[in-house]
Structure formats: structure tokens, C-alpha cells
């Protein structure tokens, strides 16, 4: 069956100084990052891969993002770039998103699931552990606030399948389409990607396992600015480590079979935004 891939922002930011976040450009000029999502169509329903900012962050950004996001992120807040607001716009009825697959659950990328509190969240069980019941640490990353709508989790763990040498687990049982859980361990505890073929090509949503598309392929070209803001947030380093140097092989032996994107790179969404 056919399936369409939507690649969605949801969520710019504009942290820092280009010279920084990307390794070229102005010291004075802020940098640029997107929250890359997907909107998956199938015969069946729509389904979101991580979802951004949502319409509630956007208007009580204070309480829902805090101040140290806010203020170290910069976040546009831009109504449009909402998720709910794109799929309207791509005539789709919101209604119809019946399944969400986060690759985490940190506040730039679960805002979203308050505005489709009807559909499904598929999330591998130790990152929902982490975020449901939060350290005092934590607090900063997973808010509260945007799961106060009490989401319909569907917890999920590893069974033994394998994906191209990864571990993974089909997200959504009885659905004609591929959604696999990818577990990536590091950025967070339960940290995943998200793997969905489109035209016998995967792709793999990387989330935050890495931030800047050089990390697979040329990793000694990684700015300084991310690479800084990476470890600030890791959670494991180890994991995380060994996860990056598996995505980078993935990416030089499977080219053919796979291709990669993580979730802030804005020159990796404008790949598939423009082409
Ligand atoms: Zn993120």
C-alpha cells in the first residue's frame, strides 16, 4: 500500500549565534533550528512522528516551556508552524491523526500532543517511566503541563525484532504501514528513533540521538555551539556515544536501503521541504 510522508516544522527556534549552531556565518545573527515532524498518511489513519510546539506552549509559554528554554532556545511561537495548524492547512481533518509516535518526550517535542488528546501515544517504556514520574532535574525537559490532558499512552517494549542490525518494535500493530520504534538510547533514557518506508526507501527519524547532519557523516565538522548543547543535555553518554557511531555506519553501509534526518537540523528539513 502506499503511504505519503509530510515533512513538517514545528517549531523554529533561533538559539545562539549562526557561528555557533552551524559552524558558519555571523557571530551576531542568531542561529537557526526546526522541529522536523512527520505526518504519515495511510489508508487507515493519519499518524504524527513527534509533534513540536503546541497551540497551548505557544500561548502560555512561561508556564508550559520555562524560562531557561525560553530564554536559551528562543523559540519562534509562530501559530502556524503548530501541528494541528499544517495539517489543517493540508486539508486533512485533525480528527483523523489517531496515532502519534514521539521519539521522546522533551517539551520541544511532545508540546503538540495536547492538541489531538484523542489519539494514541506509542513510547518506549523507559522514556515514558522518565517522564511520567520526573526527577527534580527532569522537570526542565518533560513538563508536566503539556501531559496535564492525560494522554492515551500505549507503552511499548523491545520484543527482539531487529531492523537493519537495530533493535526495534512495530509501533502500531495491524496497521498496513511500517512505523517502527527504533530505541536510541542516551539523549534521554528511552530516547528512539522512528523508522516509516516511503517508496521501498526508509526513512529514520533520528530525534535528538544527534543534531547536526555532519554527525553522520563528517563528524569532526560538528559546530562547536551544538556540540556543547549536546552533551549539556545527554542523559547516558556512553549509550549515546555508541548509538551516534552506529547511525553514522548505518548511514555509509545502508544508503541505498535507509536515509537518515534527526529533528533540529535545518538544512536536513529543507532536503526534504524543497525536494
Ligand atoms: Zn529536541
Known amino acids: 500500500m502506499s503511504v505519503k510522508v509530510h515533512h513538517l516544522n514545528c517549531g523554529s527556534m533561533c538559539p545562539g549565534c549562526q557561528r555557533l549552531i552551524s559552524g558558519r556565518g555571523s557571530w551576531t545573527v542568531p542561529g537557526e533550528l526546526v522541529s522536523h515532524c512527520l505526518l504519515i498518511e495511510t489508508s487507515e489513519s493519519l499518524i504524527l512522528v513527534d509533534t513540536g510546539l503546541g497551540l497551548a506552549d ?10 531557561g528554554f525560553l530564554s536559551l532556545l528562543r523559540p519562534r511561537l509562530s501559530i502556524e508552524e503548530a501541528a494541528i495548524s499544517q495539517v489543517r492547512g493540508l486539508g486533512y481533518d485533525p480528527r483523523d491523526v489517531r496515532h502519534i509516535v514521539p521519539t521522546h518526550l522533551d517539551l520541544d517535542h511532545a508540546g503538540g500532543l495536547s492538541d489531538f488528546p484523542w489519539a494514541d501515544v506509542h513510547v518506549f517504556g523507559p522514556e515514558l517511566r522518565a517522564a511520567t514520574n520526573p526527577s527534580l532535574l527532569d522537570r526542565q525537559r518533560y513538563r508536566p503541563l503539556q501531559f496535564g ?3 492515551r499512552w500505549v507503552e511499548h517494549q523491545v520484543q527482539g ?3 537493519l542490525g537495530f533493535e526495534s518494535i512495530r509501533a502500531i500493530p495491524g496497521l498496513s504501514a511500517d512505523v517502527l520504534i527504533v530505541p536510541l538510547v542516551g539523549h534521554t533514557r528511552g530516547h ?3 523508522a516509516v518506508q516511503e517508496n521501498g526507501k526508509w526513512l529514520l ?4 540521538a544527534y543534531f547536526h547532519r555532519s554527525q553522520v557523516d ?3 565538522e560538528m559546530p562547536v555551539g551544538l556540540r556543547v548543547f ?3 543535555v545527554q542523559t547516558r553518554r556512553k549509550p549515546r556515544l555508541e548509538n551516534q557511531r552506529r547511525l553514522l555506519e548505518l548511514a555509509h553501509q545502508r544508503r541505498e536501503q535507509v536515509e537518515l534526518f534527526c529533528a533540529h537540523d ?6 526534504y521541504r524543497h525536494g
Request: glycine share 8%.
Open 58 to 67: 505557544i500561548h502560555d509559554p512561561v508556564r508550559r516551556l520555562g524560562r
Open 149 to 151: 490532558h492525560q494522554p
Open 161 to 163: 525484532d531487529q531492523w
Open 192 to 194: 528512539s528513533g522512528v
Open 205 to 208: 527519524h533520528c530525534g535528538d
Open 218 to 220: 563528517r563528524p569532526d
Open 230 to 232: 549536546e552533551a549539556m
Open 266 to 271: 535545518p538544512e536536513e528539513f529543507a532536503r
